[in-house]
């Protein structure tokens, strides 16, 4: 399909040379003294902890970009390579609260609540890829990231995205992953866990820990993407166009560094850009400012070939209301038609702070929609049916065509949440809105298939090496 552009050509290039201007006259202040020795050597300039960046050296290094990106899975079925299997959709991630299922009453989200969502994750097939959506309140103080990983690999199959700390709590993860996968071997060959930092702070700082990861995780070969978040008003300029060339200067400096740590390292172009609201300084995910963004940031990365996505079909909303509903589609339409291959959608609402089943349910569909719109539409002579139509011919019913019967479950998205119903038979099935609706396909999904995806010996020994882990069990929502 072709793709809308919210730029024209010389826009993008004018960004494009924006950003290159930057990285040459103001550069970044890099505060991880490794990855500015790293720029040093591959020809920056690098005065105390300021980095610039040389026209020539930044285009030297995007020639390297891989055009491609691939989401492993620790079944291969749901392997995920983009662009050729986009729209990908992947869970919003790390919210610290929750709606509790059965209460309805946010909370602080819990390691039994990630094993949930991980079951749920799994069976919806609108989903490709479980980044862990929210913290985990009762983790231990030094097993932070574990106590998120490990209920997530106990009930998703799905590819995994995970973001760590420091190196001991990286060390953790890959012991994990090694421990599951049989052997380290056995998972650099397969490597089923996606990392993924924001080492750039906007405005123009690369900070410690999550460069640090970023280069650790480039040099070994393994599955990582940086995100950048530059947002206007707050930390980009309160313009479209500014930050755009800010962000577009981040992600090529971060990029810079993945190529000169190890070239030829796939990555994402890939964003969480807003536009503050002044009067509140609130962070407006939901904004339709931050689809017209991703929009934009779309043809940036078509621009450099290489995939793109973000945190995009998000909503300001605290509950199911036509709010959540008109901020997560107009966004999430917005960057399906403009060619984004990686959304960050499901399940959160109040600006990415709070997780609702409910929500992750409703944004499956969703989701199933805009796969639906990439597939676009079919031209065979079969499909325009031009004979058909002369053989039914004015007056005459199409309903009982064998073309008709053909294509009646493949042509349309089949929904199971949006109600088509008449009011009549609408309120004979109770009158639900849909939430409620939403909340039942929740609790169906939480009585069946309930089994843990890891071995009751495999679990042993991870509950033996990580000694005082939570227990990350599937309860029941009774």
């Known amino acids: 399909m072709s793709f809308a552009t919210l730029l024209a050509q010389e826009q993008v290039e004018r960004i494009h040379d924006a950003a290159l201007e930057i990285l040459e006259d103001v550069g970044l202040k890099v505060r991880y003294e490794p990855a500015r020795e790293i720029f040093k050597q591959h020809g920056c300039i690098v005065e105390d902890e300021r980095v610039k960046f040389p026209r020539a050296v930044v285009e030297k290094y995007r020639k390297m970009y891989p055009p491609s990106f691939t989401f492993y899975a620790r079944d291969p079925k749901f392997d995920k390579t983009i662009p050729q299997d986009s729209p990908v959709i992947v869970t919003a991630s790390s919210a610290p609260d929750i709606l509790d299922p059965v209460t309805g009453r946010e909370r602080r989200a819990e390691s039994g609540d990630i094993a949930r969502i991980a079951h749920l994750i799994n069976e919806l097939p609108g989903y490709d890829i479980f980044s862990i959506s929210t913290l985990a309140d009762d983790a231990p103080a030094d097993q932070f990231t574990i106590s998120r990983l490990y209920p997530a690999l106990k009930y998703c199959l799905k590819p995994i995205r995970v973001t760590t700390t420091d190196r001991k709590d990286t060390n953790s993860v890959m012991k994990m992953a090694y421990m599951v996968a049989g052997g380290e071997g056995a998972y650099k060959e397969h490597p089923f866990l996606t990392h993924h930092y924001c080492p750039v702070v906007s405005p123009l700082t690369m900070d410690n820990l999550s460069t640090e990861n970023v280069i650790y995780f480039a040099k070994e070969g393994l599955p990582v993407y940086p995100t950048i978040v530059p947002n206007a008003g707050l930390t980009s300029p309160m313009s479209m166009a500014g930050t755009l060339a800010q962000g577009n200067a981040e992600f090529l400096a971060a990029a810079t560094l993945m190529q000169m740590a190890k070239e030829g390292t796939p990555l ?117 049916a031009l004979g058909l139509i002369k053989e039914i011919g004015p007056g005459g019913s199409f309903i009982v065509a064998k073309h008709t019967v053909k294509r009646m479950k493949t042509e349309v998205v089949m929904t199971k949440l949006a109600d088509r119903d008449s009011r009549t038979t609408w309120e004979k099935k109770g009158s639900m809105d849909i939430h409620t609706r939403a909340m039942k396909r929740v609790k169906e999904i939480m009585d069946s298939n309930t089994t843990p995806l890891i071995s009751p010996e495999l679990d042993a020994k991870l509950r033996a090496e990580f000694t005082g882990m939570v227990a990350g069990e599937l309860k029941s929502m009774e």
């Open 268 to 384: 994402i172009y890939a964003t969480l850009a807003t536009v503050a609201d002044m009067r509140s300084g609130a962070y407006t995910s939901g904004g339709i400012e931050c689809g017209m963004l991703h929009m934009a940031f779309a043809q940036l990365a078509r621009f450099y070939n290489v995939p793109v996505g973000g945190y995009i079909g998000l909503t300001n909303a605290k509950i199911n209301d036509a709010q959540a509903g008109y901020e997560t589609g107009m966004s999430a339409m917005g960057g399906t038609v403009a060619g984004m291959d990686m959304f960050n959608i499901g399940g959160l609402i109040d600006a990415l702070k709070t997780f609702d089943f409910a929500k992750a349910v409703i944004d499956d569909e969703v989701a199933q929609m805009m796969k639906r719109v990439k597939r676009g539409i079919n031209f065979s002579d079969d499909d325009l």
